[in-house]
């Protein structure tokens, strides 16, 4: 028998999109891009299971509909770009502040090994993103959800974040849906890259 | 002791002095002067007229009469726990809300203080019913209105921090818990200062009352303790049910945050 995708999104629709149907196999990257106002967030929003929509989504053999909206979002994990933090210190966003693949990742992600005693209120927009992916990962997903994951950091940054990314995305492994604007970027990360054209998701010929 | 009779013109004396207050706010432009004749003549009329009601509800004092007081006195409040919120539920929610929770904290407590410890005989006495009655749901009625207020005003703030911590696969409760301690907080904390105060910074208005209609001290302190017993136990638990309810109507099935259920700000 055939394994199921791990995601698969069944005629979703949201705002001007209508009845997307997707599926992600784990380890997949797949790329959306589109203009500002198309709808990208939305649709993260959307299959996140945030607002109100039409559809189904499913992971592996399990429809949404048999979650609790909780346990859900636990797996199919949305990170938006400005991640929000609301205790004082970082350490206390996190599971298990203490685990050894966090400090490793920490490093991975170029922080200093205390980073998770810093004050919430001293984070620059940069730090924040990074924290937010790796607060996302420190829950255990199944799914990811990315919008825009390096929005806020410079290059260097950038090629850091992008190596994590697709280092966990393929050792665990996780399906990603990750939104984009730099075509490069894409073209580095991608498995596959869909295009919002209107109502609908159009694949790109690439490579 | 006879409690001294007040005549209409003695009453006269002291609106003389608030026309005098008014006539001095006018001048130094304080733009209150008009509210103040408004909100003056407002006592005189409401107050008049809820004298002659309780006239003829003592006089009468059958429970359906006292009923049907209680209920215009609780749609009151509730229409007032509305009116104080910025941003209110829709749908007749936010009256709904405030009301059955003042209805279920203010009346539980009224009845079991009228049976079980005051015991007037019957125990729906409108000389005590009544008056205890207005004391709770005046009180509870500020606590339900200022705990939703916050309540309602937190979330509508702190919704990227809401949404966030669902993403991260919290339970409704658990993203706004701090929120909701805060709003349960936000309308408990009057009461319990005014405990904290009552007889150092304040002398409560009922205990003066009584004092004035000719009842011992030792009796008025007796009755303003268990009075203020009960306001603080409507209060809290009036405001715990109001926001554990709000909250959760914040909240659809499938713990979305619904801001939409929210009005938009009034102007």
Redesign the interface.
Same mark, same amino acid.
């Given at each position: 028998m055939k394994q199921p995708p791990l995601l698969r999104l069944d005629a979703i629709s949201i705002g001007h999109l209508h009845a997307v149907s997707l599926e992600v196999a784990a380890g997949d990257i797949v790329c959306l891009s589109g203009p500002s106002g198309s709808g990208k967030t939305r649709l993260l929003r959307a299959i996140a299971d945030l607002e109100p929509h039409g559809g189904e989504a499913w992971l592996g053999n399990i429809a949404r509909g048999d979650w609790r909206g909780s346990d859900w979002r636990h797996r199919v994990m949305l990170i938006p770009a400005d991640s929000q933090w609301w205790y004082e210190r970082v350490g206390e966003h996190f599971p298990d502040p203490r685990c050894e693949s966090l400090k490793a990742s920490l490093a991975q992600l170029g922080f200093a090994a205390d980073a998770l005693d810093w004050d919430v209120a001293q984070l620059s927009s940069g730090e924040k993103q990074r924290l937010g992916l790796l607060r996302a990962i420190a829950h255990r997903p199944k799914v990811l959800l990315l919008d825009e994951p390096t929005a806020n950091l410079d290059a260097d940054n950038i090629t850091r974040c992008e190596a994590w990314l697709r280092q966990q995305i393929c050792d665990t492994p996780l399906a990603a849906l990750w939104v984009a604007h730099d075509m490069d970027q894409i073209a580095r990360v991608a498995t596959r890259h869909l295009h919002i054209a209107g109502q609908h998701l159009e694949p790109q010929a690439w490579k | 002791m006879e409690v001294i009779d007040l005549a209409w013109w003695q009453l006269g004396l002291a609106a003389l002095l608030v026309i005098a207050l008014a006539g001095c706010s006018a001048m130094s432009q304080l733009g209150v002067g008009r509210s103040l004749l408004i909100a003056a003549t407002r006592t005189v009329i409401q107050l008049t007229l809820i004298g002659l009601v309780l006239e003829a509800l003592f006089t009468v004092a059958h429970l359906h009469w006292v009923a049907l007081m209680s209920l215009a006195m609780l749609l009151v409040a509730g229409r007032e726990v509305m009116a104080r919120q910025k941003h209110r539920l829709k749908g007749g929610w936010a009256f709904g809300i405030g009301t059955l929770s003042m209805f279920v904290s203010s009346f539980t407590v009224t009845v079991l203080t009228l049976t079980v410890i005051v015991g007037p005989e019957p125990w729906y006495t409108p000389q005590y019913a009544i008056p205890l009655l207005g004391m709770m749901l005046g009180n509870t009625m500020t606590g339900v209105a200022l705990s939703l207020d916050r309540l309602t005003d937190s979330v509508w703030r702190q919704r990227?921090?809401i949404?966030?911590? /669902?993403?991260?696969?919290?339970?409704?409760h658990e993203a706004v818990g701090?929120l909701r301690r805060e709003a349960m907080r936000s309308g408990m904390i009057p009461t319990i200062n005014a405990m904290a105060a009552a007889g150092v910074v304040s002398l409560p208005g009922m205990m003066t009352g009584q004092i004035l209609a000719g009842s011992p001290p030792s009796l008025a302190v007796k009755y303003q303790i268990l009075v203020m017993f009960t306001i603080t136990v409507g209060t809290g638990f009036g405001t715990m049910a109001a926001v554990a309810a709000g909250s959760r109507r914040l909240f659809? =099935?499938? =713990?979305? /945050?619904r801001l939409d259920r929210l009005s938009r700000q009034r102007q």
């Open positions: - | 990227a921090v949404e966030n911590r /669902l993403m991260l696969g919290q339970r409704w701090d659809d =099935e499938r =713990e979305r /945050l």
